[in-house]
């Protein structure tokens, strides 16, 4: 069964950089749409970004596009978010998701990371 593990997490000055990692075990992350979300206290959990398993298309969240970037490595079974320009708005727990579709859909996703708290320094 796939398994998920974020790291890459923590705390960086606004307008920072950071980059998080979605690692897999268990099965072969490239058979899976993968897709980022986050919530922050007291807000649903938000879809920031996706990446698709098929022809690596990706997606990015309006209000984190051109600041966010998803990529994946097949040979390292990891998936990536970069993070730059770093806002106090994107303080939130992120986690990684799998998916058969490539959608933002979160019920779609049938397997979670545990989550990797990113906060933002003032």
């Known amino acids: 069964q796939l398994q998920l593990v974020e790291s890459g997490g923590g705390l960086v000055l606004p307008g920072g950089s950071l980059r998080l990692s979605c690692a897999a075990s268990?099965?072969?992350?490239?058979?899976?749409?993968i897709g980022w979300f986050r919530q922050a206290p007291g807000k649903e959990r938000e879809g920031v970004s996706c990446?698709?398993?098929?022809?690596?298309?990706?997606w990015c969240a309006d209000s984190v596009k051109g600041r966010f970037t998803v990529s994946r490595d097949n040979a390292k079974n990891t998936v990536y978010l970069q993070i730059n320009g770093r806002k106090p708005e994107d303080e939130a727990v992120y986690y990684c998701?799998?998916?058969?579709?490539?959608?933002?859909?979160?019920?779609?996703?049938?397997?979670w990371g545990q989550g990797s708290q990113v906060a933002v320094s003032s």
């Open positions: 998701g799998a998916a058969w579709l490539y959608t933002v859909l979160t019920y779609e996703y049938a397997y």
């Open positions: 990446i698709s398993n098929s022809d690596g298309s990706t």
């Open positions: 268990g099965s072969t992350l490239e058979n899976y749409a």
